[in-house]
């Protein structure tokens, strides 16, 4: 199947500062990627639509300001936590569209310090 | 607004035992998903049911949908303790392209 990447796989940073994630599609081309949110012992939430060449869709009750996302190639996403805070610390996953379906990246562990 | 909703969202078996978990949303949906997902870990995808009456086995797992009663289950037979994780359904709302509302997950505790 469709390999989806993520990485880091986990970062800690401290308090204030600003970190990147990013998400690529290994052997596909993906115009389209989700980032979901994961709080411990949670479901996934959907954060964003990211769309290749076009600004990303955010859900709503989501800061698009807080949560920047850039999709300028078909296999890269990238989601920056800006000004990071503790309770930004979560568990972060991006999912891509194929036409075989959708894959789901493994996953991006975040904490603030 | 789509909603998901899954029950049990625990639940502790006995090796050998058989149970079904239930996911039922609330609107009309173009495709129906169960993941499974093992602590600090990503999503492993089960199955896509994709119409009316689909029914999909793999191993001790089988989902089956029915739209009319936008209900989907998960039945598991005969469970063994490396079924032990939490299990998701997830649905798209028609159109949506991919875009999934989650339910909120079953703990599944296999014991031996």
Partial sequence: GAVVSQHPSWVICKS????????????????????????????????????????????????????????????LSTLTVTS?????????????????????????????? | ELKVEQNPLFLSMQEGKNYTIYCNYSTTSDRLYWYRQDPGKSLESLFVLLSNGAVKQEGRLMASLDTKARLSTLHITAAVHDLSATYFCAVDIVGSNYKLTFGKGTLLTVNP
């Avoid at chain 1, 690529?24 to 939430?45: E, G, H, I, V």
């Avoid at chain 1, 568990?91 to 990246?105: D, H, K, P, R, V």
């Fill in chain 1, 16 to 75: 204030g500062t600003s970190v990147k994630i990013e998400c690529r599609s290994l052997d596909f081309q993906a115009t389209t990627m989700f980032w979901y949110r994961q709080f411990p012992k949670q479901s996934l939430m959907l954060m964003a639509t990211s769309n290749e060449g076009s600004k990303a869709t955010y859900e709503q009750g989501v800061e698009k300001d807080k949560f920047l996302i850039n999709h300028a190639s078909l296999t």
């Fill in chain 1, 84 to 113: 990071a805070h503790p309770e930004d610390s979560s568990f972060y996953i991006c999912s891509a569209i194929t036409t075989g379906g959708l894959y789901f990246g493994e996953g991006s562990w975040l904490t603030v310090v």
